[in-house]
C-alpha cells in the first residue's frame, strides 16, 4: 500500500467509521479562504434574495457583473504583481489619465483599434517606469507607485481642462461599454465576457505556466529564487506592465460606458482593487494568493454595493460596508487558520 | 347661568381663547398682506456690484493692485470658467490676478488663504468647508482689515458671499420639470435625484428641485430613490445603474450637477430603457457636455445653469467695491435660470465650436426673492 493510499484511507476513517462526505467538503471548503467568500457570497445572495424581489433578475445580475468586471480586471493583474511580492497604487489615477488619453485619440482617429492599442501602450509604458523605479533603484513599489499615483493624475487633469466628449461616435465603442455579446436565452454584456477572458487567462498563465509558478518563488523567497537561477526582476517586471496594461484596458471600458474621457474618474479605485486581492487570500508579504479568492472577493464586494443601493440604505454605508466585510473576513481567516493549524 | 358668578380664572380662559382664535382667523389675512408687500428695497450694495463698470467708476475710487482666488477644486470645469471670468474682468480693472488651488485639501487651503491675504488687497476665497474653515477666515480678516469674498459657500469672517441660491435655482428647474412632465409624460413623475449629500448647497439643490417640481404635480411627483453620485461621472453611473434596477419605472432623472446627469443618462441607456419617455434634468450647465448635450435634443433637456463665466465678474466687481468700503450685503446672488435647447442661444453664443457667454443677456435674470 503506497504512503498516498494510507494518508487518504486514514483521512476517511475517523474513530473507526466513514467520515460523512459532505463534512468533509465542508471542511475543504472551510480551509481555504475561497470557501468563506463563497459561503459569504451564498449567505449574501439569499438575504438580498430574500429581500429584494429584483435582486435575482437577470437585469440585476448583468448590472451587478458589469459594475465589478473594471475592479475585476485590474484585480486579476493585482494578484500577480501582490504574489510577487509588489504593489501598484497607481492604477486608480490610470483610469483618469488613460481614459482622457484613449478618449483624446479616438477622436482624433476615429479607429477603436488604434484607440485601444494607444491605450494599452500607454498602460504598459506607466507598468514598465514603475518596475525600473522599483527595481532599478531600489525603491518601495509602495513609494514609487504612490509618487505616479500623483503624477499620472495631474497629467490627466494637464492633458485636458474638462471630461473629453466622444466626437468619434464609433458604434462599436458604445457596445463595448453598454452592449452585449448575446440577449437571448440571457444578456451577456461585454465587460463581462472580456472580464471572463481575461480571468481564464490569467488563471491558466498563473496554475499552468512556469512563468505562474516563478511569480509565486519570487514572492514567497526572492534570495531563493534567485539563486534558483529565476530572473527575478524580469518576473516582477513582467507583473508590473501586466497590471498597467490591465488598468488601461479597465479604463478602456470605464469610458466606453460613461461615453467621455473624465479626468475625475477613478478616485478610491486603488483601494477597491487592493482591497479585493486582499479580500481574496493574496498576502502582501508576497508568495501567496489566487485569482479566484479575487473574483470571490471582488463579486462580494460588488453584491455588497449593489445590495445598499437595492434596499435603499444610506448610501453612506457604501464606504462603510465594504470594510467592515473586510475585518469580517480577516477574522474568519485567522480562525480558519488557528484551526487548521495554518501558518499566516 | 342667570344670576351666577362666572370664576376669574375662567374668564381670563375665555378671552384668552377669543384673543387666539381672533389670531388664528387673521393669519392668513396677514400671510397673504405680506405677499401682496412689495418686495424689499434691493440693498444699495448689491445694485452697486451689479452696476459696475471698469471704464466708468465713481469718483475717488481705486483700484486694487491684486487679487488672489484660493480656489478648492481648480480641476473642476466649474472653477476653470469660473477663474476665466475673473480674469478677463479683472484685466479690464487693470488688476493682477492669481489662482491658487487647494485640491479638496482643507489645511492646504486655510495655508493658501494665510500666505495670500498677505499680498493682495482682496481675497477671493471657496471653501473646501464651510465651518471649519470660518475661524481662519474671521482672524485673517480682523488681522488684516482686508476684504474677503467668498464663492459659492457661506464661512464665517467673509465681507460677503457671491453665488447661486441653491434652492431656487433647483425649485425654477423643478417646476421647468413639471410642466414638462405634466405636457409629455402624463403628469406623472417618479425620480430618481442623483444627489450629493456632504454638501449643503448640493442638498439644497435636490431639496429645491424636488420642491419645484411638486409645486406643479402635486402627488404626481414622487421620489423614486436618492442616490450619493459624489459629484462624479463614474459614481452616478454606477449607482444610478443599481438604483434603475430597483426602480425601472423612473422618468426622471435629477443631477446636482452636469456630470452626475449625464451620467444618470449614460445608466438609462446601458439599462436599455425608452429615452423616448425620459426627462434628464442637470444643474450647473458649466461645461460644453450639458450644453452639447441640450442641442441633441435628446432627454436631456434642461439645466439649472449657474453661468460661472459671469460670477466670476460679479467676484471681482465685488472685490473692487468691498476694496473701496462699499456696504455689502451678506449674499451678493448670482442669477440663475432653466437653459434649454430653445433658449440656449440667448445666453450663449457658439463659435467654433466653443461657446461664449453674452453677459448683457444673464445679467437681465431676475434674482428677485432670492436668497
Known sequence: ?344 | MKGSTEHPLLGRIGRLAVVLTAMLMLTPAIVLAQDATPAATPHPGDQTVRSMDPQNLPEGWTIPARITHVTNYGVHEWYQNLTKGEAVRAEEYGIQFEQVDANLDLQASLAAAEEAIRNVDVLNFTPVQEEPSAATITRLAEETGKPIICESSPTGGCTTLVSIDDYAAGYKVGVWAGEYVQENLGGQAVILDIGLPALQTTVNRSKGFIDGITSVLGDGARVAQSVDGKGLKDEAVKVASDALTANPDVNVIFGINDDSALGGLQAFEAAGGDTSNLLVVGFGCEGKACKDALMEGGPYKVSAAMFPEYQGRLLIDAAVAAFNGVELPPHVVAPSTPVTAENLSEYYTLENGEYTANFDAIAQISVEGEK
Open chain 1, 1 to 344: 500500500m503506497s504512503a498516498e493510499t494510507v494518508r487518504t484511507t486514514a483521512e476517511i476513517e475517523i474513530g473507526g467509521r466513514r467520515a460523512n462526505p459532505l463534512a468533509g467538503a465542508a471542511r475543504r471548503l472551510f480551509a481555504a479562504q475561497e470557501g468563506i467568500l463563497l459561503l459569504c457570497i451564498v449567505a449574501l445572495f439569499l438575504y438580498l434574495a430574500n429581500r429584494s424581489p429584483v435582486f435575482w433578475t437577470e437585469r440585476n445580475i448583468g448590472t451587478l457583473l458589469t459594475q465589478i468586471s473594471m475592479v475585476a480586471i485590474t484585480a486579476i493583474g493585482m494578484t500577480l504583481l501582490i504574489i510577487a511580492r509588489e504593489v501598484d497604487l497607481s492604477v486608480g489615477s490610470m483610469q483618469a489619465f488613460i481614459g482622457v488619453l484613449a478618449m483624446q485619440t479616438l477622436n482624433a482617429t476615429e479607429n477603436l483599434f488604434v484607440g485601444l492599442v494607444v491605450a494599452l501602450l500607454v498602460g504598459a509604458i506607466v507598468g514598465l517606469i514603475n518596475a525600473g523605479l522599483t527595481l532599478g533603484l531600489g525603491i518601495s513599489s509602495f513609494v514609487v507607485t504612490l509618487a505616479m499615483f500623483s503624477i499620472v493624475r495631474g497629467a490627466a487633469y494637464t492633458s485636458t481642462d474638462a471630461a473629453v466628449q466622444n466626437e468619434h461616435k464609433i458604434p462599436a465603442f458604445r457596445t463595448i461599454g453598454i452592449g452585449a455579446i448575446i440577449d437571448e436565452p440571457v444578456r451577456i454584456p461585454w465587460p463581462v465576457i472580456i472580464m471572463a477572458a481575461v480571468f481564464i487567462i490569467f488563471f491558466l498563465v498563473l496554475r499552468g505556466t512556469t512563468f505562474g509558478r516563478y511569480i509565486y518563488a519570487v514572492g514567497g523567497n526572492p534570495k531563493a529564487a534567485a539563486l534558483s537561477g529565476i530572473p527575478v526582476n524580469l518576473v516582477k517586471t513582467a507583473c508590473f506592465v501586466i497590471t498597467s496594461m490591465l488598468a488601461a484596458l479597465s479604463a478602456f471600458i470605464l469610458i466606453a460606458r460613461m461615453n467621455s474621457g473624465q479626468n475625475n474618474a477613478g478616485f478610491g479605485f486603488e483601494l477597491q482593487v487592493i482591497g479585493a486581492v486582499l479580500l481574496g487570500g493574496a498576502s502582501l508579504a508576497g508568495g501567496k494568493g489566487t485569482l479566484i479568492g479575487t473574483l470571490l472577493a471582488t463579486i462580494l464586494l460588488g453584491t455588497i454595493s449593489n445590495g445598499i443601493t437595492l434596499l435603499k440604505w444610506d448610501t453612506n454605508w457604501q464606504t462603510a460596508v465594504p470594510g467592515i466585510v473586510i475585518v469580517i473576513a480577516v477574522f474568519l481567516d485567522a480562525l480558519r487558520r488557528r484551526v487548521t493549524r495554518e501558518e499566516a
